[in-house]
């Protein structure tokens, strides 16, 4: 059980640390971090955000943020794996009832872990969502849809599904892994972020007990801070790839490349072209992390005082981030090769995995609908929708 921010960015850091070592090779085989994921359930981490009145240490989202950051600077397909889980546990925070709140924290403190089934292929956009809670006479429900990339819940005990019901209206249904119905295939093929598993997840009639079903349609009824909490934890991957990739091309010319003749210096890294590139990019590292910083602290404020005001600005905050992380990280990973040399391409050194990861993981939803909401809100005062995914 961890206690407090300060314990859990220290066990994240330690835990970053022990898995940046075989994050190449689990990539490059598609290894898929089942022990990892043992590990990173039996450090407490996975319950950081539990309510305090439930037991849980209820750490703010700043500290969430730079534990994800860690991770992906590590690991980028590990840190992915337990981002829907902290969405759906927030969600039971709140709309969860007392007695759905009781019993999936005590879950989550016990170390058991969302998944999640949400996206589908197929439909009209990515809200037009399908799959149907149908109503049986005794008040349960039987889940029936196929869900695609359905990251982590090849690895879940719980696979949170989004789901209508006959009113259309959307909510979610907290689904065990191993319930009838239910087949989760790992048919995941991205070109980055391989070990995810984000593969599909068949619904055949499931049955579903009314306590297992949160009214998530309920959260964009008021202000909410749904989509700012789930795309902040996406910035933080992305910021971690872009310091991951960082950290590996400067190793990389300090103890690998050579100097280009013409520098006439001894080594790469006293090559003043290549100086003034690492200068640049720093740069953008740390205003990426400093972006995502101010973001989590803007989300923790509006928690705190939950108005319409509060969660735009903390909206729009996030976005910002994002825009500026999701750029970084594809930037970073690139330059990596240019600073590196040659023999940087090398397959077998498997380098290029953070730009597949940086590539694939910022394809999660556009940067050019982000902006147009930051440009609308600067210009006009134009509040963010409350669609979930801002």
């Given at each position: 059980?961890?206690?407090?921010?300060?314990?859990?960015?220290?066990?994240?850091?330690?835990?970053?640390?022990?898995?940046?070592?075989?994050?190449?090779?689990?990539?490059?085989?598609?290894?898929?971090?089942?022990?990892?994921?043992?590990?990173?359930?039996?450090?407490?981490?996975?319950?950081?955000?539990?309510?305090?009145?439930?037991?849980?240490?209820d750490v703010r989202q700043e500290t969430l943020a730079e534990i994800f950051r860690l991770l992906a600077s590590a690991d980028a397909s590990l840190a992915q794996i337990?981002?829907?889980?902290?969405?759906?546990?927030?969600?039971?925070?709140?709309?969860?009832?007392?007695?759905?709140?009781?019993?999936?924290?005590?879950?989550?403190?016990?170390?058991?872990?969302?998944?999640?089934?949400?996206?589908?292929?197929?439909?009209?956009?990515?809200?037009?969502?399908?799959?149907?809670?149908?109503?049986?006479?005794?008040?349960?429900?039987?889940?029936?849809?196929?869900?695609?990339?359905?990251?982590?819940?090849?690895?879940?005990?719980?696979?949170?599904?989004?789901?209508?019901?006959?009113?259309?209206?959307?909510?979610?249904?907290?689904?065990?892994?191993?319930?009838?119905?239910?087949e989760v295939v790992d048919d995941w093929d991205g070109m980055g972020q391989r070990t995810t598993a984000s593969g599909t997840v068949h619904l055949d009639a499931v049955?579903?007990?009314?306590?297992?079903?949160?009214?998530?349609?309920?959260?964009?009824?008021?202000?909410?801070?749904?989509?700012?909490?789930?795309?902040?934890?996406?910035?933080?991957?992305?910021?971690?790839?872009?310091?991951?990739?960082?950290?590996?091309?400067?190793?990389?010319?300090?103890?690998?490349?050579?100097?280009?003749?013409?520098?006439?210096?001894?080594?790469?890294?006293?090559?003043?072209?290549?100086?003034?590139?690492?200068?640049?990019?720093?740069?953008?590292?740390?205003?990426?992390?400093?972006?995502?910083?101010?973001?989590?602290?803007?989300?923790?404020?509006?928690?705190?005082?939950?108005?319409?005001?509060?969660?735009?600005?903390?909206?729009?905050?996030?976005?910002?981030?994002?825009?500026?992380?999701?750029?970084?990280?594809?930037?970073?990973?690139?330059?990596?090769?240019?600073?590196?040399?040659?023999?940087?391409?090398?397959?077998?050194?498997?380098?290029?995995?953070?730009?597949?990861?940086?590539?694939?993981?910022?394809?999660?939803?556009?940067?050019?609908?982000?902006?147009?909401?930051?440009?609308?809100?600067?210009?006009?005062?134009?509040?963010?929708?409350?669609?979930?995914?801002?």
């Amino acid at each position: 059980m961890i206690a407090d921010d300060a314990e859990a960015l220290a066990v994240a850091a330690a835990l970053a640390a022990e898995f940046r070592t075989g994050a190449s090779i689990r990539d490059a085989e598609r290894r898929l971090p089942r022990a990892e994921l043992a590990r990173l359930s039996a450090s407490g981490l996975l319950a950081v955000t539990v309510p305090a009145q439930y037991g849980g240490a209820d750490v703010r989202q700043e500290t969430l943020a730079e534990i994800f950051r860690l991770l992906a600077s590590a690991d980028a397909s590990l840190a992915q794996i337990p981002q829907n889980h902290f969405v759906y546990v927030n969600v039971i925070r709140r709309q969860g009832s007392p007695e759905q709140k009781a019993f999936f924290f005590d879950e989550v403190l016990k170390g058991r872990r969302f998944g999640n089934a949400q996206s589908e292929a197929g439909t009209r956009h990515v809200q037009d969502i399908r799959t149907r809670l149908d109503p049986r006479p005794d008040g349960s429900f039987l889940l029936t849809g196929v869900k695609h990339y359905s990251t982590g819940a090849l690895f879940a005990d719980w696979i949170p599904v989004l789901a209508r019901t006959e009113d259309d209206e959307l909510h979610v249904a907290y689904v065990p892994r191993d319930a009838e119905g239910v087949e989760v295939v790992d048919d995941w093929d991205g070109m980055g972020q391989r070990t995810t598993a984000s593969g599909t997840v068949h619904l055949d009639a499931v049955p579903v007990p009314a306590d297992r079903v949160v009214p998530h349609h309920l959260t964009f009824r008021g202000p909410q801070l749904h989509g700012a909490v789930a795309q902040l934890l996406h910035a933080a991957i992305d910021a971690g790839i872009a310091a991951g990739a960082f950290a590996e091309a400067a190793d990389f010319v300090r103890t690998k490349s050579r100097p280009w003749f013409e520098s006439g210096v001894e080594t790469a890294a006293e090559d003043p072209l290549l100086i003034q590139r690492f200068g640049e990019l720093a740069v953008r590292v740390r205003a990426s992390e400093a972006l995502l910083g101010a973001a989590a602290r803007a989300v923790d404020a509006a928690r705190d005082d939950l108005t319409e005001e509060s969660a735009a600005e903390a909206s729009i905050a996030v976005a910002a981030a994002k825009v500026h992380t999701s750029a970084t990280a594809v930037e970073v990973a690139g330059a990596l090769f240019e600073l590196a040399g040659t023999r940087s391409a090398l397959d077998s050194l498997n380098l290029h995995r953070h730009w597949r990861d940086a590539r694939t993981h910022t394809l999660h939803d556009p940067a050019r609908w982000k902006i147009q909401h930051i440009g609308r809100y600067a210009l006009n005062g134009t509040p963010p929708p409350r669609h979930g995914l801002l």
